[in-house]
Structures are given as C-alpha cells and as structure tokens.
C-alpha cells in the first residue's frame, strides 16, 4: 500500500519559514503532478501550489513570491519551501502526488504561525 509521509511542520513565527517535505513509500510511476495542499481551520482545503513531471509549477495568489515547490520524479519526493510566514498560513498542509490512473494523499503535517 502506498503512504505519503510528509515531514517538517511545526511552529513559528510570523516571518519565518518552514520546509515541507513529502516522501511516497514506494516507487510510483507515471507521475503527472505533485502538489501540497492546506486546510485551515473552519475552511476548505485549498491547493497551495502544484508542480507537474515537466517542472511546470502553479501557485495559490496567497502565497506566490513567498513559497516555492519543487519535487524530484525519480524519488517520489516534493517539497515545499515555506518564506515569509503569515499567521493565515497556519493550517495542516497535505501532499498528493497523481499519476495518470490515481491519486495519492499524505496524513497531513500541521504548521502554526504565531504573529
């Protein structure tokens, strides 16, 4: 069975930064995209921001110029890189890595910014 083990939430103030990083247990093939999404309290959950197999990469406008994704294909592997922190930030962040027949979901990693 396939997990999505994401890693590096936490607390921090207001102006820090964080680095999310997300791990797929086992090999996945036919990646289309991967991408870290977040849910705040008593809201939705929103993309935050996406990258397909190409490098092609999109951004929530909350957060552009501020946090920058990246990924590696061949290890399953996506990170967020988290700048500028805002305390409307705070919310559990989750990974999702989709190939071409599903879509996979992390447990979710919770980040807090304190202001």
């Known amino acids: 069975q396939v997990q999505l083990v994401e890693s590096g939430g936490g607390l921090v103030q207001s102006g820090g930064s964080l680095r999310l990083s997300c791990a797929a247990s086992?090999?996945?093939?036919?990646?289309?995209?991967m991408g870290w999404y977040r849910q705040g309290p008593g809201k939705q959950r929103e993309l935050v921001a996406s990258?397909?197999?190409?490098?092609?990469?999109n951004y929530a406008d909350s957060v552009k110029d501020r946090f920058i994704i990246s990924g590696d294909n061949a290890k399953n592997t996506v990170y967020l890189q988290m700048n500028s922190l805002k305390a409307e930030d705070t919310a559990v962040y989750y990974c999702?890595?989709?190939?071409?027949?599903?879509?996979?979901w992390g447990k979710g990693t919770q980040v807090t910014v304190s202001s």
């Open positions: 999702n890595q989709e190939t071409y027949v599903t879509n996979y």
């Open positions: 086992i090999r996945l093939f036919s990646i289309k995209a």
């Open positions: 990258i397909t197999s190409g490098g092609i990469t």
